[in-house]
């Protein structure tokens, strides 16, 4: 079952990835859970049901999914979910090892995005011990620093692994005239070469398609991943030490 700050982080991602129409069909999202769930026969059946609705819809067998994620940002907010209420048990493990296994994700990817979570979380904590410690502030204000530093280190690296996915796909759906795989060793001698113009007009406005793309599903998780792990995706809500006379 959902913990209460495992609910209130799906309604946060669900509100900054799609924060124009997610209140319209959370109460059905949820309604469907509960129906998925009264497919259990025993309560051994619990995983298995729970796996089998996962992958109806990832399967694209549901018609319902009309606004679909990244992988790698799916894998992230399930991570991150299952973090929310500071217990990350083994059965949440289980299944998102699960959905990393059915989406051919890549495990060095999953591990990663773990243990920047799991990092990131005991780092968080060593900060809020600092920030209520009774050590004077000009001892505890550079080590907070320290520890503000590496937290934003795990922000850009979660950034870059989903929107690494982004750029590959866009790549991928890229169609590349058989003229213009011809005249790219031209345009490589000769950057002024018309070839070489119809490679930077073709993949500039890619790369500004992916960031516009990936920056708004992206905003759940820090200010670059907007609300990464505290308890999960929540504001930073860091309590500076007071400065001692």
Request: hydrophobic share 40%; with cysteine; glycine share 4%.
């Amino acid at each position: 079952m959902l913990s209460d700050e495992e609910k209130v982080r799906i309604d946060e991602i669900g509100n900054r990835i799609d924060p124009e129409e997610y209140g319209e069909y959370a109460g059905q999202m949820l309604n469907d859970c509960i129906a998925q769930t009264k497919k259990i026969i025993d309560p051994e059946d619990y995983y298995d049901v729970v796996c089998e609705g996962a992958d109806r819809l990832l399967s694209g067998e549901e018609d319902s999914v009309e606004k679909p994620v990244g992988i790698r940002l799916l894998i992230w907010n399930l991570l991150v979910v299952a973090n929310a209420d500071g217990v990350y048990s083994s059965a949440e493990r289980r299944f998102i090892k699960h959905i990393v296994r059915i989406t051919d994700t890549e495990i060095s990817v999953f591990l990663e995005m773990e243990q920047m979570i799991q990092t990131y979380q005991l780092l968080e904590k060593e900060r809020d011990r600092l920030s209520h410690s009774d050590q004077p502030y000009s001892e505890v204000a550079p080590l907070m620093e320290a520890y503000d530093t590496r937290m934003n280190h795990i922000q850009d690296s979660a950034l870059c692994l989903i929107a690494d996915e982004e750029l590959t796909l866009s790549i991928r759906a890229m169609v590349v005239k058989p003229d213009l795989i011809d005249n790219v060793a031209a345009g490589i001698k000769d950057t002024t070469s018309e070839a070489a113009k119809n490679i930077k007009n073709k993949v500039a406005p890619a790369a500004v398609a992916v960031k516009e793309k990936a920056s708004p599903a992206m905003a759940q998780a820090g200010n670059k991943l907007n609300h990464m792990v505290s308890g999960a995706v929540s504001k930073f809500k860091r309590r500076e030490p007071k400065e001692k006379e």
